[in-house]
């Protein structure tokens, strides 16, 4: 297949680490997966993310109510124990 698009670029260090580590036989290959691979799959990697957050914002919210739970039973929880020690209080009195 005939490539008639002929360029010259510059990459820095860096950025021919990333594009030698994807798969293919010779830099044109690699740089041509590279650049096809983020452009198909860019639109469902930042699907998935719009996804995690929404899961996210749902958890938080899960856990909020949660720890409104567990505050309002350890209040419950603080009151009657403050109500025993006076009516033990009281009992012991008596006797």
Do not use: H, W
Not at 39 to 62: F, G, N, S, T
């Amino acid at each position: 297949m005939a490539k008639n698009n002929i360029r010259s670029v510059r990459f820095s260090d860096e950025m021919m680490e990333i594009i030698n580590q994807q798969i293919g036989d010779n830099f044109t290959q690699r740089f041509e997966r590279m650049v096809y691979n983020c452009y198909m799959l860019l639109p469902e990697k930042e699907r998935q993310a719009e996804r995690l957050d929404v899961l996210i914002k749902e958890k938080r919210e899960e856990l909020n109510k949660l720890q409104d739970r567990y505050y309002k039973g350890a209040k419950f929880l603080n009151s009657l124990d403050a109500r025993l020690r006076d009516l033990n209080y009281l009992f012991d009195a008596q006797l």
